[in-house]
């Protein structure tokens, strides 16, 4: 009896730390399909809205690259991303959480590039916000 009790606790824990703050297996998976498939700045507002709570471990590890990927090469868009952080400051701290050492650090180099020489006017706020976390970044791959 009390081994099949250890058995029953361990295999909980192990489910609460492969979720992690997700409260189901399924959800875990559900979120990393969304995230996945996410091509702009509006399939990552709508991954933050629905699936924040998963934003962990590997999960988080790719939507460090999409948010990385998508300052770095689809720039034009700023205007969007602006728009959702100018309304949601919790939206634009957890984009900016996103900038960090799992980015690839040439793209990281082009974020900075883009805040600090294409930047337009209305925008000066996020560039200087995303200009400074990829900095931090690159800095920080530079120490390890």
């Known amino acids: 009896m009390k081994l099949k009790l250890v058995v029953i606790m361990m295999l909980s824990l192990s489910a609460a730390v492969y979720a992690g703050d997700c409260t189901t297996v399924k959800e875990m998976d559900t979120a990393d399909a969304a995230a996945s498939k996410i091509q702009n700045w509006a399939g990552v507002s709508s991954f933050f809205k629905k699936y924040k709570q998963c934003d962990d471990g590997y999960i988080a590890e790719g939507l460090s690259h999409t948010v990385g990927t998508l300052l770095a090469k689809d720039w034009r868009t700023l205007d969007q991303l602006n728009v959702m952080t100018n309304k949601d400051k919790t939206f634009e701290s957890w984009v900016v959480k996103h900038i960090n050492t ?41 120490e390890e």
């Open 102 to 142: 799992t980015a690839d650090d040439s793209d990281l180099a082009l974020i900075v590039k883009n805040a600090k020489e294409d930047c337009p006017a209305r925008n000066t706020h996020l560039c200087t916000t995303l200009e400074n976390a990829a900095r931090q970044a690159l800095q920080d791959l530079e």
